[in-house]
């Protein structure tokens, strides 16, 4: 495999529930459109919060109850869901911003051969962003490209802010 393509937090609570966006449904259709492209593997990650997490430092800085286990929010949008049906995918749960078992998973997989790692979804700002930088990290070799017209941040300017720091870090962003 020499690509994996990376969707992050895809899910229904940042597309349409508790912290959805017109920004962030304007992307479903070019991130299906990207899904059905891929040929290799793609990992969706979700963010994870469990009954406490208005007491975390998260949920103190961002009052807003969402992705919480087992609910709806939580879930992949269906129509990416729908997209990879064929396709080889694996679901990381994650309970920060950024995820070390990606980090883990994208350095293993380099080891077999991985050359690119393609990374779409929310928000550019934090997740996104989060999740590029630790890939870049675990494995500084891997080419991590970010598609920004299948990325969607918490408003523009900070969507355009996370890509240029991005770029900053040797990071490819394509799309703009």
């Excluded at 869901?81 to 980090?103: H, M, P, Q, R």
């Amino acid at each position: 495999m020499e690509k994996l393509l990376v969707v992050v937090d895809m899910q229904n609570d940042f597309i349409d529930g508790a912290l959805g966006s017109e920004e962030a449904k304007r992307i479903v259709p070019a991130v299906v459109d990207k899904i059905k492209k891929h040929e290799g593997e793609i990992v969706f990650t979700l963010d994870t919060h469990k009954e406490d997490y208005l007491d975390t430092q998260e949920g103190r800085n961002l009052p807003v109850v969402h992705c919480k286990e087992g609910t709806h929010g939580h879930k992949v949008h269906k129509d990416l869901l729908d997209a990879a049906k064929d396709k080889k995918y694996t679901e990381i749960v994650k309970y920060t911003f950024g995820s070390t078992a990606l980090g883990e998973k994208v350095a293993r997989m380099f080891e077999e051969g991985l050359r690119e790692v393609e990374i779409v979804g929310l928000v550019t700002d934090i997740c996104v962003l989060s999740n590029t930088l630790l890939i870049k990290a675990f494995c500084p070799e891997v080419l991590v490209t970010v598609d920004a017209s299948c990325c969607a941040g918490s408003n523009r300017e900070v969507h355009e802010n996370a890509l240029k720091a991005m770029k900053q870090c040797q990071i490819n962003v394509i799309n703009e």
